[in-house]
């Protein structure tokens, strides 16, 4: 467990020595596959790994946009970290209150399985068309 969170590290650090950006979804989804990993308690809760990760992707990215002056707007510094902040400390209770849920024990019907499997199809179809409205020409990004 130890190596896979240095390979990790290693992995995100090489990304922003190297102004990349395609390693670090990968950097984070194995951090998130080792906490994943059945081992023994876990010394921090998932709600606050779940965050502190939400929070190293968007320092990772912030420090890219960094480098490209176009990019880069004068006064944005201090209102994006604290919105950073903002949403990592939000992100903690969120996870929380989504954890609880999933202990819930509430009985179950193929209806109510049907219900949630038709929401989720119905929020990736939201999804999908803010995707295509937000390229601008109807097409998917």
């Given at each position: 467990?130890?190596?896979?969170?240095?390979?990790?590290?290693?992995?995100?650090?090489?990304?922003?020595?190297?102004?990349?950006?395609?390693?670090?979804?990968?950097?984070?989804?194995?951090?998130?596959?080792?906490?994943?990993?059945?081992?023994?308690?876990?010394?921090?809760?998932?709600?606050?790994?779940?965050?502190?990760?939400?929070?190293?992707?968007?320092?990772?990215?912030?420090?890219?946009?960094?480098?490209?002056?176009?990019?880069?707007?004068?006064?944005?510094?201090?209102?994006?970290?604290?919105?950073?902040?903002?949403?990592?400390?939000?992100?903690?209770?969120?996870?929380a209150l989504?954890l609880?849920?999933?202990?819930?024990?509430?009985?179950?019907?193929?209806?109510?399985?049907?219900?949630?499997?038709?929401?989720?199809?119905?929020?990736?179809?939201?999804?999908?068309?803010?995707?295509?409205?937000?390229?601008?020409?109807?097409?998917?990004?």
């Amino acid at each position: 467990m130890l190596a896979g969170a240095a390979a990790a590290t290693l992995l995100l650090s090489l990304a922003l020595a190297a102004a990349r950006s395609s390693p670090i979804p990968f950097s984070l989804l194995l951090l998130g596959a080792i906490y994943a990993i059945p081992e023994g308690e876990r010394a921090i809760a998932a709600p606050i790994y779940g965050s502190a990760l939400l929070l190293t992707a968007e320092l990772g990215y912030w420090s890219l946009d960094e480098r490209v002056p176009q990019r880069v707007q004068a006064g944005v510094f201090t209102p994006r970290l604290l919105a950073i902040l903002a949403v990592s400390a939000a992100a903690i209770p969120a996870s929380a209150l989504a954890l609880i849920a999933a202990e819930a024990d509430v009985a179950r019907s193929p209806a109510i399985t049907a219900a949630g499997a038709a929401a989720v199809v119905a929020c990736v179809a939201v999804l999908a068309a803010l995707a295509r409205v937000r390229s601008g020409d109807g097409t998917p990004p």
